[in-house]
């Protein structure tokens, strides 16, 4: 049972252009959301996070949305850059639960020039 | 940075044999975790650890088993090694747990 799920694989775009990657959950006990960073032959970094009495976190050119009543989250990188090229991983946690985060597949982003 | 290492980096391995990655941390957090990654998978949780001598499973720990007798240490053992185990092995801790976890550079190993 795939309780968190990035169902796009992958996503191209332009280097300047906005890049909207997308995460989907259906246990509506968590009260956490986090998105990491991977780079080839790395460990995943975090990027940004959101609790669930929030709607919108930003963080320079990050941003989080939260619709908890989608059970959806995205994260918005404006303007896109040729460093953001990697893996995003978007993550869930319950505080009420065991103290683990539950991980999506991963969108692998790729920026153009 | 959080600091993590991880030993060996990369491991070749023949089926059967027995296989002990190691987890090293310096920051004296409470939370460590093991983890596997593979390609449409993500991360998945193998075991993690809320204190020393104190552990618990994961969603795929069939076939491994853990062990900390130091706040420091985290040990991942593959009794008998198969080939689909073959993937990157990632450690992370966490100070509270949940949340936030910073990430070792991670183990690749290859199970012949």
């Known amino acids: 049972d795939q309780q968190v799920k990035q169902n796009s694989p992958s996503l191209s775009v332009q280097e300047g252009r906005i890049s909207i990657l997308n995460c989907d959950y259906t246990n509506s006990m968590f009260d956490y959301f986090l998105w990491y960073k991977k780079y080839p032959a790395e460990g995943p970094t975090f990027l940004i996070s959101i609790s669930s009495i929030k709607d919108k976190n930003e963080d320079g050119r990050f941003t989080v949305f939260l619709n908890k009543s989608a059970k959806h989250l995205s994260l918005h990188i404006v303007p896109s850059q040729p460093g953001d090229s990697a893996v995003y991983f978007c993550?869930?946690?319950?505080?009420?639960?065991?103290?683990?985060?539950?991980f999506g597949q991963g969108t692998r982003l790729t920026i153009n020039p | 940075d959080a600091g993590i290492t991880q030993s060996p980096r990369h491991k070749v391995t023949e089926t059967g044999t027995p296989v002990t990655l190691r987890c090293h941390q310096t920051?004296?957090?409470?939370?460590m975790y093991w983890y596997r990654q593979d390609p449409g998978h993500g991360l998945r949780l193998i075991h993690y650890?809320?204190?020393?001598?104190?552990?618990d499973k994961g969603e795929v720990s069939d076939g491994y088993s853990v062990s900390r007798s130091k706040t420091e240490d985290f040990l991942l053992t593959l009794e008998s090694a198969t080939s689909s185990q073959t993937s990157v092995y990632f450690c992370a801790i966490s100070e509270l747990g949940g949340e936030t976890q910073y990430f070792g550079p991670g183990t690749r190993l290859l199970v012949l």
């Open positions: 920051e004296n957090h409470r939370y």
């Open positions: 993550a869930a946690y319950s505080v009420q639960g065991a103290q683990k985060l539950v």
């Open positions: 650890s809320y204190g020393v001598k104190d552990t």
